[in-house]
């Protein structure tokens, strides 16, 4: 099995890396991919390593080759998190409410110039460093994770549909304010989000999988020499595409 890819395998951010050109859009520099005259738009949201990871770059430009103009702002301002970083110091800086007004400007962004379409996925991530406590770690993924950003915006009906891959600890309470659809995707091995408490959530029109095998952080913090872990992030990503397709096309 595949355990949790966060702990033990974090990204090394090359800002060249990608298809697509850094632009700014809604006041944040932005990854943007795909066709500039798409009226539909997916915007993924970073796990807390930021916007420049390979990986996401590369998620971004395959789900681009779908017809979509996709972006990735950097919801960090530059102050993506490091293991040296770690506490709730570096959450502070970050809140949950600032991430979602500036999800929100971009979105107006991309209105303005002329998307009618908008979907939105979010990544969350796994303990960072064997120092931190659980305590620390819980108080952390409580206060900000970009997935819920995504939970967020549905709420508001400014997007089409949200996918939330390998999420924190949502609430049946936060997941039934939700007015949009939504697809989970969750994972096994996951102490953050607990398979049992993920299958509950069905109030909405929703789409809810676990992965088995593997551990938090999978779809984007996989080992590319794990045959495994590359074939579920693989399955991951396609079924983050079909949602987005379903509802956003």
């Given at each position: 099995?595949?355990?949790?890819?966060?702990?033990?395998?974090?990204?090394?951010?090359?800002?060249?890396?990608?298809?697509?050109?850094?632009?700014?859009?809604?006041?944040?520099?932005?990854?943007?991919?795909?066709?500039?005259?798409?009226?539909?738009?997916?915007?993924?949201?970073?796990?807390?390593?930021?916007?420049?990871?390979?990986?996401?770059?590369?998620?971004?430009?395959?789900?681009?080759?779908?017809?979509f103009?996709?972006?990735?702002?950097?919801?960090?301002?530059?102050?993506?998190?490091?293991?040296?970083?770690?506490?709730?110091?570096?959450?502070?800086t970050?809140?949950?409410?600032?991430?979602?007004?500036?999800?929100?400007?971009?979105?107006?962004a991309?209105?303005?110039k002329?998307?009618?379409?908008?979907?939105?996925?979010?990544?969350?991530?796994?303990?960072?460093?064997?120092?931190?406590?659980?305590?620390?770690?819980?108080?952390?993924?409580?206060?900000?994770?970009?997935?819920?950003?995504?939970?967020?915006l549905?709420?508001?009906?400014?997007?089409?549909?949200?996918?939330?891959?390998?999420?924190?600890?949502?609430?049946?309470?936060?997941?039934?304010?939700?007015?949009?659809?939504?697809?989970?995707?969750?994972?096994?091995?996951?102490?953050?989000?607990?398979?049992?408490?993920?299958?509950?959530?069905?109030?909405?029109d929703?789409?809810?999988?676990?992965?088995?095998?593997v551990?938090h952080?999978?779809?984007?913090?996989?080992?590319?020499?794990d045959?495994?872990?590359?074939?579920?992030?693989?399955?991951?990503?396609?079924?983050?595409?079909?949602?987005?397709t379903?509802?956003?096309?």
């Amino acid at each position: 099995m595949s355990g949790p890819q966060c702990a033990h395998n974090p990204p090394t951010l090359d800002p060249a890396s990608g298809a697509g050109h850094v632009q700014q859009l809604g006041g944040l520099n932005t990854y943007v991919t795909g066709d500039q005259d798409s009226k539909l738009a997916v915007i993924l949201l970073a796990d807390a390593f930021g916007w420049e990871v390979p990986k996401l770059r590369n998620l971004a430009d395959k789900v681009a080759a779908s017809g979509f103009l996709v972006v990735v702002p950097d919801f960090y301002y530059g102050d993506q998190f490091t293991r040296e970083k770690a506490g709730p110091g570096w959450v502070e800086t970050h809140p949950p409410d600032r991430g979602c007004e500036d999800a929100k400007n971009i979105i107006a962004a991309l209105k303005s110039k002329g998307v009618s379409k908008i979907g939105a996925a979010g990544f969350c991530w796994e303990k960072l460093s064997p120092t931190i406590s659980i305590q620390v770690m819980e108080a952390i993924v409580r206060e900000w994770i970009l997935g819920m950003v995504a939970v967020r915006l549905a709420k508001y009906e400014c997007i089409e549909a949200a996918v939330v891959l390998h999420p924190g600890p949502i609430t049946v309470e936060e997941i039934n304010e939700v007015k949009t659809p939504i697809a989970i995707l969750g994972a096994e091995i996951d102490h953050i989000a607990p398979p049992e408490m993920i299958k509950r959530l069905g109030d909405v029109d929703s789409f809810v999988k676990i992965f088995p095998g593997v551990g938090h952080g999978w779809t984007v913090r996989y080992n590319d020499d794990d045959e495994f872990a590359v074939k579920s992030a693989l399955e991951s990503h396609s079924d983050m595409l079909n949602w987005l397709t379903k509802y956003v096309k």
